[in-house]
T-cell receptor, first 116, second 114 residues
Framework: AQKVTQAQTEISVVEKEDVTLDCVYE???????LFWYKQPPSGELVFLIR??????QNEISGRYSWNFQKSTSSFNFTITASQVVDSAVYFC?????????????FGGGTRLMVKP | ETGVTQTPRHLVMGMTNKKSLKCEQH?????MYWYKQSAKKPLELMFV???????ENNSVPSRFSPECPNSSHLFLHLHTLQPEDSALYLC?????????????FGPGTRLLVL
């Protein structure tokens, strides 16, 4: 069985602070994909990143960066110099490589509030 | 046209009504999905369609009836719903229905059942 845990249900920061959202996963598959999605108040889940289990290189995209640590089964997401527009619920998700039906296992989400 | 669109964005219905949710994807994908997102609950996968064939039905009550007439359109027909069915219903699509593919989501339909 697969499981994704986002232990932080809510985080509140002041604008320009850095913030890290934690994601820990469990799977017996050796080949799998990890995802992060952003859900602003409008409701749409916006795809942010996909990472496969064989690529442990950290990734940076503007103010966003991701730290994939296979040894600790974690895929953490850092926002540098946070902005009010970053306020949203962020979901980490996991899918096995050949998972028929493409069943994504989502974490419970972390609500990020960035205050001006 | 944005990737995945859903209509209506908001819907209020009584328990005896029949309504339909519509999803359209403009990404050329072969797989489409319905999810339910209730307050304080994880996202729940309801149905998966691949090349217009249903490949997954996640123990969803029969009062929810999906329809996929072609690879670009997906409907969710609703009848005799219960108040606990009030939720955000999200549609998604991906190139194929295997785990390595990224799912792209629509804006959702906020449903309130009175």
């Amino acid at each position: 069985a697969q499981k994704v845990t986002q232990a932080q249900t809510e985080i509140s920061v002041v604008e320009k602070e850095d913030v890290t959202l934690d994601c820990v996963y469990e799977t017996r598959d050796t080949t799998y994909y990890l995802f992060w999605y952003k859900q602003p108040p409008s409701g749409e889940l916006v795809f942010l990143i996909r990472r496969n289990s064989f690529d442990e290189q950290n990734e940076i995209s503007g103010r966003y960066s991701w730290n994939f640590q296979k040894s600790t089964s974690s895929f953490n997401f850092t926002i540098t110099a946070s902005q009010v527009v970053d306020s949203a619920v962020y979901f980490c998700a996991l899918s096995a490589f050949n998972n028929a039906g493409n069943m994504l296992t989502f974490g419970g989400g972390t609500r990020l509030m960035v205050k001006p | 046209e944005t990737g995945v669109t859903q209509t209506p964005r908001h819907l209020v219905m009584g328990m005896t009504n029949k309504k339909s949710l519509k999803c359209e994807q403009h990404l050329g994908h072969n797989a489409m999905y319905w999810y339910k997102q209730s307050a304080k609950k994880p996202l729940e996968l309801m149905f998966v369609y691949s090349l217009e064939e249903r490949v997954e039905n996640n123990s969803v009550p029969s009062r929810f009836s999906p329809e996929c007439p072609n690879s670009s359109h997906l409907f969710l027909h609703l009848h005799t719903l219960q108040p606990e069915d009030s939720a955000l219903y999200l549609c998604a699509s991906s190139q194929d229905d295997v785990g390595r593919e990224t799912q792209y989501f629509g804006p959702g339909t906020r449903l309130l059942v009175l």
